[in-house]
């Protein structure tokens, strides 16, 4: 935990910031009582489905193609341990701090769990998609569902009759370059303060933001109980969870309004 002077230089700098960014993965979700999802896509990438096909294998673009089935069985079964998760505290001051900042933020994830949105978070940067939106590769139909009970009916395009898939960044997928350069151009337009939440900060796109942060002078703060690739980059390091973390932070922010 971060000393509490720390915690009120951080949340006078947030006030101040003319612009914010938030980047947040796996951890945040944790709190919502979800499995640390590692990997690109975002999911799993380490062991074996209930058939004993590995993680990797089961969530790639080329299952996909061959055998969907085995994809849409696999995250079923994330979706309905995902389904009755609440936004974490975390997730919710988030949203808080986006409303009530005078400045502009960008909140940006890793998770495909839809739950900044479920916390009132608009606009979220969600850079490995998310589980809840289907769409068809073959077209440009797409739609968003409340669950996977609703499934059934639009496995098979309504537009054109191909198979759909789930609107997320499957192993062997490159990312979706529109969203990466959303983020890189924002990241050299400035940010005056970064937040990294829950990442691990492994991947190269994840890492950079904040590279540029520091090279423009900016301040980088870090919430996560473990060491990551981003902690030699932190001003500040707040070894807690998410939720801990940004409650401190709330604290100070709401103290001296
Ligand atoms: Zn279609």
């Keep these: 935990m971060t000393t509490t002077k720390d915690a009120s230089v951080i949340a006078q700098e947030l006030k101040s910031a003319s612009r914010t960014l938030f980047l947040t993965g796996a951890g945040i979700s944790a709190d919502s009582g979800l499995p640390v999802y590692r990997g690109q896509g975002g999911l799993y990438n380490s062991g074996v489905t209930d058939e004993g096909i590995p993680f990797e294998v089961a969530l790639s673009e080329k299952t996909l193609r061959e055998k969907p089935n085995v994809i849409w069985n696999f995250l079923q079964k994330i979706e309905s341990a995902n389904r009755n998760a609440s936004p974490s505290l975390a997730h919710r001051i988030l949203a808080d701090f986006q409303h009530e900042l005078p ?15 479920k916390a009132g978070s608009r606009d979220v940067l969600e850079l490995h998609g998310n589980l809840y939106r289907i769409r068809c590769d073959h077209c440009e139909w797409k739609t968003s569902i409340k669950n996977y009970d609703e499934l059934d009916k639009i496995k098979i395009c309504p537009e054109c009759n191909f198979l759909t898939r789930p609107d997320v960044v499957l192993f062997g997928e490159l990312l979706p370059f ?8 924002e990241s050299e337009n400035g940010f005056d303060i970064g937040f990294a939440i829950g990442t691990t900060g492994s991947f190269h796109y994840i890492k950079r ?9 900016g301040l980088v703060v870090e919430i996560n109980p473990c060491d990551t ?17 940004l409650e401190v932070i709330r604290k100070y922010f709401d103290n001296k309004k």
């Design 103 to 117: 400045g502009y933020s960008l909140l940006v994830t890793q998770n495909v769990d839809g739950l900044h949105g």
């Design 178 to 185: 529109d969203k990466i350069d959303r983020l890189m151009e």
């Design 209 to 217: 933001p904040f590279e540029i942060i520091k090279e423009n002078g």
């Design 229 to 245: 690739d981003i902690s030699h980059m932190a001003d500040y390091k707040i070894k807690s969870t998410a939720s801990e973390g």
